[in-house]
């Protein structure tokens, strides 16, 4: 089964730090551009960060300079180092990936989401 699943989150104090990882798993052929979202209580999801399959990235203005977006690609995985932690990054964190795929001896390519993680900072 072809999925995306985020760990890494947690209770941490403001001024902390958290990193987050977003694991391919299943028949992956490749990982193509892979976001991180949140969504705090009551609030849209927004995108926090983006890296495309070269490296490119891209940060929301609220946390540039404090967040930092990876990748492995021999590992499937997608990493968010969050320092300097504020109260409001509080939020579930998700991660959003477009996967190329095999099944049944062809390839495909699909968005797929997280199941999300939770990240609590507590001023």
């Known amino acids: 089964q072809v999925q995306l699943v985020e760990s890494g989150g947690g209770l941490v104090q403001a001024g902390g730090s958290l990193r987050l990882s977003c694991a391919a798993s299943?028949?992956?052929?490749?990982?193509?551009?892979v976001g991180w979202y949140r969504q705090a209580p009551g609030k849209e999801r927004e995108l926090v960060a983006r890296?495309?399959?070269?490296?490119?990235?891209i940060y929301a203005d609220s946390v540039e300079g404090r967040f930092i977006i990876s990748r492995d690609n021999a590992k499937k995985t997608v990493y968010l180092q969050m320092n300097s932690l504020k109260s409001e990054d509080t939020a579930v964190y998700y991660c959003?990936?477009?996967?190329?795929?095999?099944?049944?001896?062809?390839?495909?390519?699909?968005?797929?989401w997280g199941q999300g993680t939770q990240v609590t900072v507590s001023a």
């Open positions: 890296i495309t399959i070269g490296g490119r990235t």
């Open positions: 299943g028949s992956i052929a490749s990982i193509n551009a």
């Open positions: 959003n990936g477009d996967l190329i795929y095999y099944r049944s001896g062809s390839i495909y390519t699909d968005t797929y």
